[in-house]
Each structure stands twice: as C-alpha cells, then as structure tokens.
C-alpha cells in the first residue's frame, strides 16, 4: 500500500532565498534534512504585522509546520532556531554565507534526501558565525559540497591515466574537473598550468581534518588565487555564472580598498 | 485561444504582475462594458505614462519633468540623500511627513539569486552624483529593506562611501507598531533592545 502523505509536517530547514508571489505572500526555498530542497508558499509575509516574516528571512535556520498542498506545501508556523547575527555585521562575510547559499540551492535538487549536504552548510555557517576564517571555511564548504553532489574535483591523480601528478607539473581543467599530467594535455585543449601553492592547498583542504587544515596560514594573495580557481570550478559544475561569487569578490576589493585607506 | 480583440485583451492583463486568468477575464469584459470614454482614458493613460515619464537625472526617481520637482525643490534640505530602493518607497517616506531631504533610488538591492549584483543598480550614478552634482551632501541615509538582501546592499554603501567622508546611517531596526514581542525574531527583538530609547 502506499505511504499516506501527512497533512501537517514538522521540520528544522535553512532559508536559501525567497521571491514575491503577489500581494503580500512569499514562496520560499527551505533546505530541509530529509526532504531535500522545496519551494513552500507563506501567507501574509509581507505584511507589517506577519509573524512569521523575521523567522523566514534567507540565512535563517528554523523549524517550520508546513500544510501539505497539492503543488507547494504552506508554512503554518515558524521559529528561527539561529539567525546567525554577527554574519550581518560584516559585508565580507554576509556575503560570503550568501555564497553558501547560492551554491547549496544550484547544486541541490529538490525532494531529495539532502541529510549530507544540510549538515555540510549547517557546519559552514557556523563556522563562519565563528570567525573561523572565509578562506578555510568557503573552500572547505564548496569541497564538501562538491563532494556528496558528485563532482568532487580530482586533486591528486591524473583524470586521463589516474597516474599521481607532482603538484610543479601539474595542469587544471574546469570541464575534466580536476589535474592532468602533461602527457593527457592533447585530450583536454582547454587545460592551463596551476599555481602549485594553490595546489598544494587545495590538497590539503581535501585529505586533512578540519582542526589540521585551520592550521594551514595562507597569505591574501594566494588567497585571491585559490578563490579565482574554485570559482570558475562551480562556474562549470554549476553550469552558469554565480552572481554571489561575484559579489564576494566585489565586498572583498571594497572592503580591502576602504582598510588600506585607513592604514596609509 | 484564437486571436481575437477580447482574448488579446485579456492575454495583455494577463502578463501584469499579479494578475490571474480570472482577473484578466474580469478586467477585459469591465472595460468592454465600461463606456467608450472610460476604454478612451485608460489608453492614454497608458501611453502617456510611456511616453511622458523617465528617470530622473539626477536621483533616478520616476518623473515627468527632468530633475524631478524633489531635485528642484529649493525648500528641501540639500545636504541628506535617502537611498531607496524602489520608486514606491519614496512614496511612502513622502506620506510619513518624517524627511525633507534628496532621494535617490537603486531600482533594486543586491540580490545574487536573482542575479542582480551592484553594477546592476543605479549605484554608479549615487557616487558620480555626491562628487559631482549635489557636492553639499554630509549624510546618506540608506533605507533599503531590513532584510538580507537589504542589509547586503546597505553595508556595501556603506563601505563604497566611507572614503567620501560623509556620515553613512541606516533606518532604526526594531518592532514594527502592532506587533507582539512573543512572535518577533531574535534578529529584530536584539536590535530593538539594543537601540532601545528614553521613554
């Protein structure tokens, strides 16, 4: 016999973003533990007197009642577990958790046991809530990330003949998804030489614990480096720009810009 | 559906935001039982609208007349510019009676999933417009939503303009009139303790 649908369901879920529907309503995107991601509708969030409005902001961790409905369920209630506050205080990191968000909604899919990759931007946002640093915390997430959706980048060993490649001689292709040696270069036209400190990083991000790759200290720059080589990595998976990416970018140079003034 | 002068109609009411299949029915056989003079003013309203209103040059505001009557209004306070996003929202501080200062709007706020970035708003003109234009200017109120993409865009501003030395505030978060502290967010309710005030 099939599973009864519930009419009412209880669930902790992370707001990913949210869009207009008429008047005063809101559909919603949750990333919930079990049911993956999916759109709900809520009433009236527009209004000044909603009481539900301050619980379902993006960045907001929750536990929601959501009315089972013929299209999209409806959120009855809500209660904002975490709202991670001190992200809103500092432009380079809200924009860095709103990058979070957006690749967590572009690499999801809805409806499906997202148990893994909730746990992933859980741990990121609370990290970054800490102060554990954007580099470690970004590169760490979108690795993970990469990971449980399937397209965890090759570090270490060569795509075309799974040989190991020596980070000096190493070449990087965004299509393949990961290093190839300089022999496999005629099969991936596209393949440009990477930074070995960048590399090297990477490597370590990927195979050491978290406790052991926050010891890691990486200068600014190396930093810009890193970021610019995952970035056009999600671009590829992703399929299409990351307007957040942009805009961590973006926060950064103008927030770099407006430091250094004040330092001269 | 055939390509007939009533579902024509109704298919142009259909494409406004908000707007039903139902409602676009309802507003298609009003205005055709509606008498021909009033079909006549709702058409050139609409053309009118077209062809007569543009941004202003200066705060970017919707505006029949280019700068706008608030740019050229002597008796305001020249020296604060309110950033809003939307049209609309100069509407609305206007109604409260609370500011007598410029606008300027950003027809939108920094909003990465729906790919909208700052180079999409009318950001570039702000800076060209305090270095420029309006050079008297000493604060920036930046009254975009109070919402994620809101602060986003807020303390962007905020940190575009910090080398401008000008005063950069942003409108007082807290409970809205009518609301009860038990629903309130911890967000809201933390601001609003923090910016408590004097009774």
Redesign the interface.
């Known amino acids: 016999m099939p599973s009864r649908i519930p009419r009412v369901t209880k669930t902790v879920a992370i707001v990913l973003k949210s869009r207009r529907l008429g008047d005063a309503d809101r559909i919603i995107t949750l990333l919930t533990p079990f049911r993956g991601k999916i759109d709900v509708i809520a009433k009236g969030l527009l209004r000044p007197r909603s009481k539900m409005a301050g619980h379902l902001e993006p960045l907001t961790m929750t536990e929601v009642l959501l009315a089972h409905g013929r299209t999209m369920d409806l959120v009855t209630q809500a209660q904002s577990v975490e709202t991670f506050a001190v992200l809103h205080n500092d432009l380079q990191h809200l924009s860095t958790a709103m990058y979070l968000l957006e690749l967590t909604d572009r690499l999801t899919v809805e409806h499906a046991d997202a148990t893994e990759i909730y746990e992933i931007l859980e741990r990121s946002l609370r990290a970054l809530a800490r102060e554990d640093g954007i580099q470690l915390v970004t590169r760490r997430f979108e690795l993970d990330l990469l990971t449980v959706t399937g397209f965890r980048p090759e570090l270490d060993r060569c795509l075309e003949t799974g040989e190991p490649v020596a980070a000096d001689e190493a070449f990087w292709t965004h299509r393949g998804g990961g290093v190839i040696s300089s022999d496999a270069l005629a099969n991936y036209p596209e393949a440009r030489k990477i930074d070995s400190h960048v590399l090297r990083v990477l490597r370590a991000y990927q195979s050491l614990s978290y406790e052991e790759a926050s010891r890691i200290r990486i200068d600014p720059d190396l930093a810009g480096r890193l970021e610019q080589v995952m970035h056009e990595f999600v671009r590829t998976q992703a399929e299409r720009d990351l307007k957040s990416a942009e805009f961590v970018e973006e926060s950064r140079r103008v927030s770099l810009g407006v430091d250094a003034e004040s330092d001269a | 559906m055939a390509n007939t002068p009533i579902n024509r109609l109704i298919e142009a009411f259909h494409r406004l935001p908000?707007i039903g299949p139902k409602s676009a029915q309802r507003f298609a056989y009003y205005v055709l039982r509606a008498p021909e003079e009033e079909a006549r003013d709702l058409a050139d309203a609409l053309i009118e609208v077209k062809r007569s209103v543009v941004l202003c040059q200066r705060c970017q505001n919707l505006t029949d007349k280019n700068p706008c009557w608030i740019c050229l209004d002597e008796s305001r306070n020249r020296t604060i510019i309110c950033v809003v996003e939307e049209p609309l929202d100069v509407q609305a501080i206007e109604r409260s009676g609370g500011f007598n200062g410029l606008y300027h709007v950003l027809h939108g706020v920094?909003s990465?999933?729906?790919?909208?970035?700052?180079e999409e708003l009318k950001i570039s003109e702000l800076l060209i417009r305090i270095r420029d234009i309006d050079k008297e200017i000493i604060e920036i109120i930046v009254a975009t939503n109070p919402?994620?993409e809101g602060?986003?865009t807020s303390?962007?501003l905020?940190?575009?303009l910090?080398?401008l030395d000008l005063s950069v505030t942003r409108l007082a978060r807290g409970l809205?009139?009518?609301?009860?502290l038990e629903?309130?967010?911890?967000?809201?309710l933390?601001r609003a303790l923090e910016y408590r005030q004097k009774v």
């Open positions: 908000g920094i990465p999933s729906d790919g909208v970035g700052p919402n994620l602060e986003a303390m962007y905020a940190k575009l910090q080398p809205p009139a009518g609301a009860d629903y309130a967010d911890d967000v809201t933390g």
